[in-house]
C-alpha cells in the first residue's frame, strides 16, 4: 500500500480534481461495503493479501480469485480494494426510460497511471 505521502504524489502525478481526491480517499479509508456470500454455483472467500495487508474477499472462485492473483502479482497495480462503496449509475434502456440503480463493483484498483472501479464477469454474464 502507498503512505500517505505517496498517494498525495500519486494524485498530483494524475492531475486529479479535488472531488476525484476526496473520493479516492473515501474508497481507501472504507472497508467493505458489504460481506460476500456464496450463491448457486460460485465459491467465495477470502485471499490474505500481502500488497495490501488485509484478507480481500472475493465471491468466485473462477473469476474474482483469479483477478486477486493477478493484482496481487502485477507491479503496476499500487492497491485494491474489494466491494469498495456503492454508488448510483443513470442510464436509459432500450425502451428509452430513464433509471437509476445503486450498484456495488467488485473492486476499485489504483494503478500507476490510472484508477477504476472493475466489476468482474465471466464472458457469458458480460
Same mark, same amino acid.
Given at each position: 500500500m502507498m503512505t500517505q505521502e505517496e498517494f498525495n504524489q500519486w494524485c498530483v502525478n494524475q492531475s486529479l480534481s479535488n472531488q476525484a481526491i476526496i473520493e479516492i480517499e473515501? !474508497?481507501?479509508?472504507?472497508q467493505p461495503?458489504?460481506?460476500?456470500g456464496s450463491r448457486g454455483k460460485?465459491?467465495?472467500g477470502r485471499y490474505p493479501?500481502?500488497?495490501m495487508g488485509v484478507t480481500i474477499q472475493f465471491e468466485s472462485?473462477?473469476?474474482e480469485l483469479p483477478f486477486i492473483y493477478q493484482l496481487e502479482h502485477t507491479e503496476d497495480v499500487l492497491e485494491y480494494y474489494d466491494q469498495p462503496p456503492p454508488f448510483k449509475i443513470q442510464y =436509459?434502456?432500450?425502451?428509452?426510460?430513464?433509471?437509476?440503480? !445503486?450498484i456495488t463493483p467488485d473492486f476499485?484498483? !489504483?494503478r500507476s497511471h490510472s484508477a477504476a472501479w472493475?466489476?468482474?464477469? =465471466? &464472458?457469458? &454474464?458480460?
Open positions: 473515501k !474508497i481507501r479509508n472504507a461495503s458489504r460481506s460476500v460460485n465459491v467465495s493479501s500481502r500488497k472462485h473462477k473469476v =436509459t434502456s432500450a425502451s428509452g426510460r430513464n433509471l437509476g440503480v !445503486i476499485f484498483v !489504483i472493475v466489476e468482474c464477469k =465471466t &464472458e457469458s &454474464e458480460l
